[in-house]
């Protein structure tokens, strides 16, 4: 049973224009959420997190919006470059002992030139 | 000066075979992970240790174990390899916090012949 998913397996975007990638979850529970971003052959690196407390937070280029009473959250890239193509995963912890996170399928982002 | 080191990045091996993996990290942090990216590619949490617990997600079997010989390292081990457990494994590393961003290794991948 997924409590996070990625429902759109794959985005294409041009260069410039804004990628909007979306997670949704299930357990209410969850109070932490963020985004890693990851190349090929190499580990998943972090962009940014979001606090269950909070709507919005905003770093450079990248926001994530989290909108808790539809269990949904999306990052913002804008604008979108080509060295964003990579997959992105979004993650979320229940913030107990062990930090453990739980993360999503994945998106597969393409920003056109 | 790698934060997240694994080795070796990649491992081939017969069936039955016990076999382990390196994880290092120079980040100073108290807690590491080992997650698992089977072939759909969802990464899964397998541990969650520092130097006071270690937590285990329940449906890894218990030939999997993880060994920390000091707080800079944790060891993954796995006896009696099974055709499934080919997959590729993440090491990460985190600050003692609840809501600690963490920090992946590049990957190991295994498979298990």
């Known amino acids: 049973d997924q409590q996070v998913k990625q429902n759109s397996p794959s985005l294409s975007v041009q260069e410039g224009r804004i990628s909007i990638l979306n997670c949704d979850y299930t357990n209410s529970m969850f109070d932490y959420f963020l985004w890693y971003k990851k190349y090929p052959a190499e580990g998943p690196t972090f962009l940014i997190s979001i606090s269950s407390i909070k709507d919005k937070n905003e770093d450079g280029r990248f926001t994530v919006f989290l909108n808790k009473s539809a269990k949904h959250l999306s990052l913002h890239i804008v604008p979108s470059q080509p060295g964003d193509s990579a997959v992105y995963f979004c993650a979320a912890s229940l913030g107990n002992a062990g930090n453990m996170l739980t993360f999503g399928g994945g998106t597969r982002l393409m920003v056109k030139p | 000066d790698t934060a997240v080191s694994q080795t070796p990045k990649y491992l081939v091996t017969q069936m039955g075979n016990d076999k382990s993996i390196k994880c290092e990290q120079n980040l100073g942090h108290d807690t590491m992970y080992w997650y698992k990216q089977d072939s759909k590619k969802f990464l899964k949490i397998m541990f969650s240790y520092n130097n006071k617990e270690l937590i285990i997600n329940e449906t890894v079997p218990n030939r999997f174990s993880p060994k920390s010989p000091d707080k800079a390292h944790l060891n993954l081990h796995i006896n009696s390899l099974e055709l499934g457990d080919s997959a590729v494994y993440f090491c990460?590393?985190?600050?003692?916090?609840?809501?600690?961003?963490?920090?992946f290794g590049p990957g190991t991948r295994l498979t298990v012949l």
């Open positions: 990460a590393s985190s600050q003692d916090s609840r809501l600690d961003t963490q920090y």
